[in-house]
Structure formats: C-alpha cells, structure tokens
C-alpha cells in the first residue's frame, strides 16, 4: 500500500482558475514533506518543503499546507496559467526501520486550458 | 550554482551496448541520487551516495552500475539493458543523505533500449 496517496490522480482547469490538489500520507515519524512540480519529460523542481511545525508555506501562486495530526497537505495554485500544466508530486521524509526513506506519491497530473 | 547537469539528455542503445549516463553538481552537495521513471509514475530510488560512498542499494540488478569519482560526479554504468529499462533516469542531490534535505533534481535522460 502506498504510504503517500495523490488526488486527484488527474485534473482539467481553465486558465486563471483556482485549483488545490491533496496529499494525504501515512509515514511515519513524519520528518518533512516537499511539494514538486515536474515538466513532461524533465526533472522535479521543488516548490515547498514543510517540517512539522509549519502549516503553511507560500512560493508565488503555489501555497502548502500541513495539518500533521491529520495527516493531510494541500498544494493551491491561485490564478492558473497554461505553464502550470505538469504532473505535481507530494513526497514525505521520515525515519523508519532500517534509516531514513523518501516515499513518493503517483503524483496529480494538472492540465490548464486556455 | 543551483543546478544538477546530466548528459546525455537523450540515449538509445542496443541490449549488448555498454553505455554511461553522468551527472554533476557544484552546489557542495555531499549526496547524490539516482532514479528511474517510467511514464506517468512517480522516480523510484535506485542508490544513494553518500561522502562519495554507496549507502543505499534498492536491489537493483547488476546490468546498473552507480560509480561516484567524486563529490561533484555520478556516473551510472550500463550494460546488457533489456527493453524495459527504457525510462527517463533522474539524477539528484541534497547536502545530506540521510535527512530528509531537500534534493536538486536535473533534467534526466531518456533511454530507449532496443
């Protein structure tokens, strides 16, 4: 079972939209997780990382939350435009048996329509 | 600099071709990654370096081969690929292996074996 799960696994918007996308994990002890962004065909760019102490964190238009007693992240993208458009992964950190581990979620493909 | 290079960006080869894939840093990362990618899921680690040793190993077959020259270089060897070896290797870096840092990926490099 994946410990990190994505929804919704795909998403259609217009141009200048609002959208937010879920992450919901079980991993843990929780040590951060990171929102990225990755372009068909090219590496993830990271746009938030988040400890457990915050629940919010902002890069432009992208703004994270974290509710770690839930176990629950948000990604919203506020005004979409057409770059936006790419697959947008959660990936939570933690220790576990064995030494630390990245576990990465299937991702949430955005499209935005002009 | 805060950018992961990886040559080639494109590569097709044979299932006797010997080939390597290289990547390199100059941000003082001391960790270094490789991940494999198939369409439409998320990168699957396939080692760490760490201090320019071998730390983790997610069994992958021997026809992969990670080599680590130094702490800017990672080259991954391959030999005796098979067709479903085709996927988009990603490379990434962080300041440490082990804490959950925030890791630089690049740009990849599509490999089509035939």
């Known amino acids: 079972k994946n410990q990190v799960e994505q929804s919704p696994q795909s998403l259609i918007i217009l141009e200048g939209k609002n959208c937010t996308l879920q992450?919901?994990?079980?991993?843990?002890?929780?040590?951060?997780l990171r929102w990225y962004k990755q372009d068909t065909g090219r590496g993830p760019v990271s746009l938030t990382i988040?400890?457990?102490s915050e629940n919010t964190k902002s890069n432009g238009r992208y703004t994270a939350t974290l509710d770690a007693d839930t176990k629950q992240s948000s990604l919203h993208i506020t005004a979409s435009q057409l770059s936006d458009s790419a697959s947008y992964i959660c990936?939570?950190?933690?220790w576990g048996t064995g030494g630390f581990k990245t576990i990465f979620g299937a991702g949430t493909r955005l499209f935005v329509k002009a | 600099d805060t950018e992961v290079t990886q040559t080639p960006k494109h590569l097709v080869m044979g299932m006797t071709n010997k080939k390597s894939l290289k990547c390199e840093q100059h941000?003082?990362?001391?960790?270094m990654y490789w991940y494999k990618q198939k369409a439409k899921k998320p990168p699957e680690l396939m080692f760490v370096?760490?201090?320019?040793?071998?730390?983790i190993n997610e069994s992958v077959p021997s026809r992969f081969s990670p080599e680590c020259p130094n702490s800017s270089l990672l080259n991954l060897h391959l030999h005796a690929l098979q067709p479903e070896d085709s996927a988009l290797y990603l490379c990434?870096?962080?300041?440490?292996?082990?804490?959950?840092?925030?890791?630089?990926f690049g740009p990849g490099t599509r490999l089509t074996v035939t």
């Open positions: 988040m400890t457990f």
């Open positions: 941000m003082g990362h001391r960790a």
């Open positions: 992450c919901n994990y079980t991993v843990s002890p929780f040590s951060n």
């Open positions: 370096y760490s201090y320019e040793k071998l730390s």
């Open positions: 990434a870096s962080s300041q440490g292996a082990l804490t959950g840092d925030e890791q630089y």
């Open positions: 990936v939570v950190s933690a």
